[in-house]
């Protein structure tokens, strides 16, 4: 980290000097704050897909769920959690787009993990208390740092540093055992220099699933120096994570008997019969971030923004595994009594610690028909894996064999730097011509053992991955303004994205995944004048090896995919909103899709039998290929629509949010066996606002999620396998292992906050 480290000092000197100097013409604090992210952010005339959620938005539904839940404010979104509650391991897809291929910011700066190049927002709980609003640009979008974007961008931008001192008290309970309470507290500002504020939360539940509890606790602080057209700005937040698995899932045939039901953590049976679970199966996280920005007007037509920042991540999860084989974990052979064995329970833990740093810039031009921006960054990830087994039933008295022996160890290294250059031309009055080009460069190295064993050479998977990715993505729009109501835009785009680390580690022997490439059109449509707005969507988005989800996991719950040489996704996204009362507001959004695999081939794990009298001798002999054709792509419901009635009287506020998701295929196969059914959800917000004497407010408030208690499954995975009884014999048995992610029914969240 030493180039991080002279980065830091350089910025330091340039923003000392900066407030050396004396600006004829200053600006607010708010103002700077406001225009520190533009350079990622799509504006009134970008010709591109986005939705905006302000912070009023944002603070009346942030009861304590994750971020995921409340961007289903927003169209063409399905949000899942683990626990069936919203709180915890929670996910989100867009178009059909899982999280891995979503960029998501901060302040302009990544949050992407480096090698999963997804974003775990249970390490940053309760960052919703903290976000000023947030855009979400569906599609490729504006050229961004970190991650590509391939399906969808999230900038965040995080809380404005408030100009007059504030204290609030954010406090929830609810069903599940759930609650919430967040302290946030700030100076103003102090001799018309410098402002500091916090945030410090702890979010706790048991789950609507069973032992899916969660213990979260974060915080956010930052500070600034504001001087005329100068403002430094430290940022620090994170968080600590202890959540109990639920990724498993619930099997399909515990379903209609037991929807809470969770298989984690099973050691077996006591003597009364009753099932026993492993107390510590569970993930543990503590991260924490850091970024230090510099925003310079340096004239009327010139602007500089520069941030550093830093994100220390270290934790585990741990897990009881039954009947494994030892040496899959570097242990011998043993014997206990009179039996020698080659496989029993144990406890394993599998580590991770990791290190991402690096920088971004942006300059901003802004004269006559001009708005340009050169802008751009690089980052460094430095990421340890390793495994350890702590404990090994009936295994004593082996010389070998000691507490928290590692068993796997890898290390990680990518470096990704990227620069872009934008720019929106005004035409004439009515025209705007946007053009952006963006060159982005990883280098990406694994050496060491993978946490599987390779049955072939009898020793861990060896790991010696280097690849390097130069990806050239430019995008291309035209805007029309039809009058001072309606507008309408055109855009094409080009994305590039790299395959993470698990398309490495689960490819076949020998085999590489090949980077993806995206072409996106969009064409739509806004009117919007004081009682009503519509928007129209059309979009087309052509892939060249799109790495799709085939319905398997891995052993936490994460979702594997293989390249597909052709595929698409294409829909129609409407927007509408009305105002029809002064007191009630309705905003909708139905989006219609058709999304497609080209020429699919299916391939089937093969079990033949060894011992025709022994029936626990099937051993994997290869896969079965189906070729099937054109099939639709798992998770990619074709209807998705939102519905939300706002309501606001004197004191009085209320919202009735409603979602409906159509059907979803958990492969890629089409089959009507293997899918989530549709489902229909509403939620229920009511509020009052008092307005007292010693204090600014107290907002007493009501969550009813689930309203009319819909029974349904947000997500799901599935396992298919042949079975043939001997290597003679040519019939076949399917037998598809489906696992469930129920959602809570009807629950509750009572929340008052107060402002003083």
């Known amino acids: 980290m030493k180039k991080v480290l002279l980065l830091f000092t350089v910025m330091l000197g340039t923003a000392v000097f900066a407030m050396s100097q004396e600006s004829k013409d200053s ?16 504006t009134e005339k970008t010709p591109l897909t986005y939705s905006e959620l302000d912070k009023k938005e944002i603070e009346k539904v942030n009861y304590g769920q994750d971020i995921p839940f409340l961007l289903t404010l927003t169209p063409s979104v399905v949000a899942t959690s683990d626990a069936g509650t919203g709180i915890g391991y929670t996910g989100f897809r867009i178009r059909g787009t899982d999280a891995n291929r979503i960029n998501i910011t901060a302040n302009g700066i990544p949050l992407n993990d480096s090698e999963s190049q997804g974003m775990f927002w249970v390490n940053i709980p309760d960052f919703a208390s903290s976000i000023e609003d947030l855009q979400v640009q569906r599609g490729v979008g504006t050229s961004t740092n970190g991650a590509g974007a391939f399906g969808a961008s999230i900038n965040l931008k995080t809380e404005h540093i408030p100009d007059k001192a504030y204290g609030e008290f954010n406090g929830s309970y609810g069903s599940f055992n ?37 213990d979260l606790k974060s915080y956010f602080a930052q500070a600034g120096y504001y001087n005329g057209n100068t403002l430094l700005k ?13 990724w498993d899932g619930v099997p399909k045939e515990m379903l209609d008997s037991d929807r809470r039901y969770n298989p984690s953590g099973y050691m077996g049976t006591d003597s ?23 925003m310079q007007v340096l004239n009327s037509e010139w602007m500089l923004n520069m941030a550093l920042h830093y994100t220390r991540g270290e934790g585990y999860y741990e897990e009881y595994k039954d009947d494994r084989t030892l040496t899959e974990y570097g242990l011998r052979d043993f014997i206990y009594g009179d039996s020698t064995y080659t496989a029993s329970d144990l406890v394993r833990r599998k580590n991770m610690d990791n290190d991402f740093g690096g920088f971004i810039f942006s300059l901003n031009y802004k004269k006559g028909p001009w708005d340009a921006i050169l802008g751009g960054g690089a980052n460094v990830y430095d990421g340890r894996h390793f495994g350890q087994v702590l404990w090994v039933k009936n295994y004593v ?10 068993y796997y160890r890898s290390k990680a290294k990518k470096g990704d730097a990227n620069i872009y250059l934008k720019a929106n031309y005004r035409l ?18 694994i050496k060491g053992q993978n946490d599987v064993w390779n049955w072939q050479t009898e020793a861990m998977q060896e790991m010696n991955i280097h690849e390097i990715f130069n990806f050239f993505n430019p995008k291309v729009g035209l805007y029309y303004q039809l009058n001072n109501y309606s507008n309408w835009f055109a855009s094409f785009a080009v994305a590039h994205r ?20 995206l072409y996106d059109y969009e064409l739509g449509y806004k009117f919007r004048n004081q009682t009503f707005s519509f928007g129209l969507n059309l979009y087309y988005m052509q892939y060249k090896d799109q790495l799709v989800l085939t319905g398997k996991v891995n052993d936490i719950g994460e979702m594997l995919t293989s390249n597909i040489p052709d595929s698409y996704r294409m829909g129609v996204e409407w927007t509408a909103g009305a105002r029809i009362l002064p007191y009630l507001q309705w905003n909708g959004s139905l989006t219609l899709s058709h999304n497609r695999v080209k020429k699919y081939t299916e391939s089937v794990d093969l079990y033949i039998k060894k011992d025709p009298a022994d029936e626990d001798s099937y051993k994997w002999s290869g896969q079965v290929d189906n070729y099937l054709g054109d099939r639709p792509i798992a ?122």
Not at 186 to 210: E, K, M, P, V
Not at 397 to 406: C, K, N, S, T
Not at 498 to 507: H, K, S, V
């Open 27 to 42: 600006l607010k604090l708010v103002r700077l704050q406001e225009v520190q992210v533009v350079s990622t952010r799509a």
């Open 234 to 246: 430290f940022i620090t937040f994170g968080g600590k994570e202890r959540t109990y698995h639920a």
């Open 272 to 294: 009364l019969g009753k099932p026993v679970y492993y107390a510590n199966q569970t993930d543990n996280y503590l991260q924490t971030n850091y970024q230090l920005s510099l």
């Open 498 to 517: 790299e395959p993470n680390r698990n398309n490495y580690t689960d490819a076949n022997p020998g085999e590489f995944p090949k980077p993806e490439r």
């Open 178 to 214: 759930t609650s919430k309470a967040a302290l946030k507290v700030g100076t103003g500002q102090i001799n018309n220099h410098w402002a500091f504020d916090a945030r410090l939360s702890g979010i706790q539940s048991d789950g609507f699933i069973d032992r899916a509890s969660v």
């Open 428 to 445: 004439t009055s009515k025209w705007n011509l946007f053009a952006d080009l963006q060159y982005r460069r990883i280098d990406y190295k």
């Open 635 to 756: 998770f990619s419901p074709v209807v998705i629509a939102n519905s939300l009635f706002s309501f606001s009287l004197k004191n009085w506020n209320a919202g009735l949010q409603s979602q409906y998701v159509g059907s979803q295929y958990l492969d890629n196969t089409g089959s009507s066996d293997r899918r989530l059914d549709p489902y229909f959800i509403n939620n229920l917000r009511l509020g009052y606002v008092f307005y007292l004497k010693n204090l600014k407010s107290l907002s007493v408030n009501l969550l009813v999620n689930n309203l009319l208690n819909e029974k349904y499954e947000s997500n799901g995975w599935v396992y298919s396998s042949y079975s043939q009884g001997s290597a003679n014999d040519p019939s076949r048995s399917r037998y598809d292992e489906i696992h469930y992610f129920p959602q809570a029914g009807t629950n509750i969240m009572a929340n008052v906050i107060v402002k003083f």
């Open 397 to 406: 008295g082996d010389p070998y064999f000691y507490p928290e022996q590692e």
